[in-house]
């Protein structure tokens, strides 16, 4: 998708989730406007992807399911934004590119928690372990987000979106370095970046 076609739909989500879901952002001030960055949400609706996009004020690139480019219509669009990424793993390809953009300066949002969660915010389950592996090789800031509403908006096996009420947090970003040399854990050991995210999270959802 070209850049100005991306800020097109961006504005265009911003002004729907404003005017049909209230959306309120807080945090934008700990957003890096240049240089590579991760973005990490909890995920529990199909509309999370849209609402980062258009609480964060940079062009996103999003790691998403590779099923979702097969499909008619919606696949040519995911495509044009997105990076496929198979629910068995990581692949060493998509790794590669994946930190080569990264440290080209770009951001890119992944849901760590991989699938939507049915009643559930999707704020800590099932991280995966290719977030600690693309923050380690390409050292860049990891961004916090939490994501309220939008469950409630489109749940699980919804179909269309509710005028229900949604909000995004951001926390202060987990600075780039060796993650494992990061605060003690209480039994002595170093927190991995997926601790320590999870943790940031759930901080976020309590605030």
Sequence with gaps: MKKDCYFAFKNLFNIYFRAYNCLEVTGREFIPLEGGLIVISNHSSYLDPLIIGAAVTRRMTYLAKKELFTRPLIGRFVS?????????????????????????????????AGEREKGGDGSAAGFKRGLELLARLSKVPVLPAYIKGADRSLPVGGKFPKPARISVRFAPCLLPYNYT???????????????????????????
Excluded: C, Y
């Design 181 to 207: 040399d990061g605060p003690d854990g209480e039994n002595g050991t170093k927190k991995s970046i997926i601790s320590r995210a999870m943790e940031s999270i759930g901080r976020l959802k309590t605030a």
């Design 80 to 112: 044009s934004f997105s990076l496929p990424v198979s629910r068995e793993g990581s692949s060493h390809t998509m790794i590669k590119e994946t930190v080569k953009r990264l440290s080209g300066g770009e951001a890119i949002a992944m849901f760590p």
